[in-house]
């Protein structure tokens, strides 16, 4: 019996097309799973992607919004960003809450690994559940012109489900962490704040 899960894929060539120190992009000539020629073009990031829904002791989180080039138009978002391959995925989303939300959190726990547009790209996100907050200064990335808006998190999911956010690693963070709490899988603390 064939292995369903097996690379169906031949790669003759692979060439590189472009790279900077964000993305490399190269083009396969290749044998389809119809054993066909064709090309596939994948974009390699040169980061791995980290998100963060911090939750404060009033059971409000911390949404950042900017204005995303690739797609002309202004996005709310959990706090996230990039990370070096080499550096736990934690630490890189310790980085990013604290640079743009100024928040240091004591508590953290996975939230979820998910693969971002896995038809083009390799790129995977982790995704933390932060809480025992405290305030401290943010410090955005010159590329950053941030807007921060805390709100309960119930608010913050409504959005989602209204289809106000729309960046994945926030929704499916969301997502996951409500769910995780009506499951009881959370511990009861963060929970009770999540469902409030």
């Not at 805390?150 to 409504?158: S, V």
Request: aromatic share 8%.
């Amino acid at each position: 019996m064939p292995n369903k899960t097996a690379n169906p894929w031949t790669i003759l060539l692979t060439r590189p097309i472009y790279e900077n120190r964000w993305i490399r992009v190269v083009e396969h000539e290749v044998l389809n799973p119809a054993g066909k020629p064709g090309i596939y073009g994948v974009v390699h990031l040169q980061n791995l992607a980290t998100g963060v829904i911090p939750i404060d002791a009033d059971g409000y989180t911390t949404l950042v919004g900017q204005y995303r080039f690739p797609l002309k138009s202004y996005s709310w978002e959990i706090p996230e960003g990039g990370g070096d391959p080499g550096v736990d995925p934690l630490e890189s989303a310790r980085r990013e809450l604290a640079e743009e939300t100024g928040l240091i959190a004591r508590e953290w726990m996975p939230l979820l690994t998910m693969h971002l547009s896995n038809s083009i790209t390799d790129e995977t996100a982790y995704c933390f559940l932060a809480w025992d907050l405290e305030q401290g200064v943010a410090e955005p990335e010159e590329t950053e012109d941030l807007r921060l808006r805390r709100l309960p998190f119930a608010e913050a999911y409504a959005m989602a489900m209204r289809g106000e956010i729309t960046d994945a690693m926030a929704v499916a963070s969301l997502m996951k962490a409500r769910l995780l709490a009506l499951e009881g899988a959370l511990p009861d603390a963060v929970a009770g704040l999540i469902l409030r």
